[in-house]
């Protein structure tokens, strides 16, 4: 199970950290990722941090302003979003795999709403 927090409305410019902790699984097992779906348009990619955490992927739209980390101790992975833009609104999901990214295990969205 994933559950996701932190979302909230924020203005443009503002910091919010959405976090996801994990239960029933072995966490440091898996890669994890976030996701968002903005209204009216298809869930996509935003970053994914490997098993280990040394590896870190970011969609280019976010590239410099997220961070996405991990902490395995207590089976959290949390997303940093600095500077928010008011397109960077959308239900952000997490998500958990030991393979690809074609079927994750979800977890229920947070909503993020950025005013400008």
């Known amino acids: 199970q994933l559950q996701a927090c932190g979302g909230g409305l924020v203005q443009a410019g503002d910091s919010l950290r959405l976090s996801c902790a994990a239960s029933g699984r072995t966490f440091s097992s898996y890669n994890m990722g976030w996701f968002r779906q903005a209204p009216g348009k298809e869930r996509e990619f935003v970053a994914d941090?490997?098993?280990?955490?040394?590896?870190?992927n970011y969609a280019e739209s976010v590239k410099g302003r997220f961070t996405i980390s991990r902490d395995n101790a207590k089976n959290t992975v949390d997303l940093q979003m600095n500077n928010l833009r008011p397109e960077d609104t959308a239900v952000y999901y997490c998500?958990?795999?030991?393979?690809?990214?074609?079927?994750?295990?979800w977890g229920q969205g947070t909503l993020v709403t950025v005013s400008s």
């Open positions: 941090i490997n098993w280990t955490g040394v590896r870190r």
């Open positions: 998500a958990a795999t030991r393979t690809t990214w074609r079927n994750p295990d």
